[in-house]
């Protein structure tokens, strides 16, 4: 039971130009989503995160919009640099804060061209 | 901030053996979790620690796997009788109480022979 998917598995941007990656939930009673980024050989980095109670987060060059109705969110990037290129993964936690555990995306894999 | 640490960083083993890694937190963090990642898929929780206190454990922790932390401190995640599908990076990850993200490490990556 994929309670988080990113149904697209990569996605490839020119530098300069926006990326946007999806991600949808099934289970309500997320409140809390996070996304990450993950290079090779490295664990998972923080990258933004946004609480049920908002549908909207900025931060620099990302954006992340949540859209509870549609039990959707997304990351937008702008402008999209090669060093962004990574595995975005998205993640959801149910409490109301980020204690607990998260559950995770399969992740989408960006690609920025120079 | 150091970042969390895990050791080792690769471990390559025979089918049935027994494998230890351990985790070091950020130092100030009261909550640890351990997470497996295979191929493709994203992390999956497999249990976490709130101080010395294990709070939550998922079913793919079967009874093959235990972990610990003795201290409130590092942690120790044991496979016992190692299988072919237990090869996967093992993450882990530590948080402060409140609206904190989890912080991650760079993982153990099992390799079963």
């Known amino acids: 039971d994929q309670q988080v998917k990113q149904n697209s598995p990569s996605l490839s941007v020119q530098e300069g130009r926006i990326s946007i990656l999806n991600c949808d939930y099934t289970n309500s009673m997320f409140d809390y989503f996070l996304w990450y980024k993950k290079y090779p050989a490295e664990g998972p980095t923080f990258l933004i995160s946004?609480?049920?109670?908002?549908d909207k987060n900025e931060d620099g060059r990302f954006t992340v919009f949540l859209n509870k109705s549609a039990k959707h969110l997304s990351l937008h990037i702008v402008p999209s640099q090669p060093g962004d290129s990574a595995v975005y993964f998205c993640a959801a936690s149910v409490d109301g804060t980020s204690y607990g555990k998260l559950t995770f995306g399969q992740g989408t894999i960006l690609t920025v061209h120079p | 901030d150091t970042g969390v640490s895990q050791d080792p960083r690769h471990k390559i083993t025979k089918r049935g053996q027994n494998v230890t890694f351990r985790c070091d937190p950020i130092?100030?963090?009261?909550?640890l979790y351990w997470y497996r990642q295979t191929l493709g898929q994203g992390p999956e929780f497999l249990t976490y620690f709130q101080n010395e206190a294990q709070l939550e454990k998922s079913r793919l922790l079967s009874d093959r796997f235990s972990a610990e932390r003795p201290k409130g401190s590092f942690s120790t995640l044991e496979i016992q009788r190692t299988e072919q599908g237990d090869s996967a990076m093992y993450l882990c990850?530590?948080?402060?109480?409140?609206?904190?993200?989890?912080?991650f490490g760079d993982g153990t990556r099992l390799s079963i022979l």
């Open positions: 946004i609480s049920s109670i908002k």
């Open positions: 990850a530590s948080s402060y109480p409140g609206y904190q993200p989890q912080h």
């Open positions: 130092s100030e963090h009261n909550r």
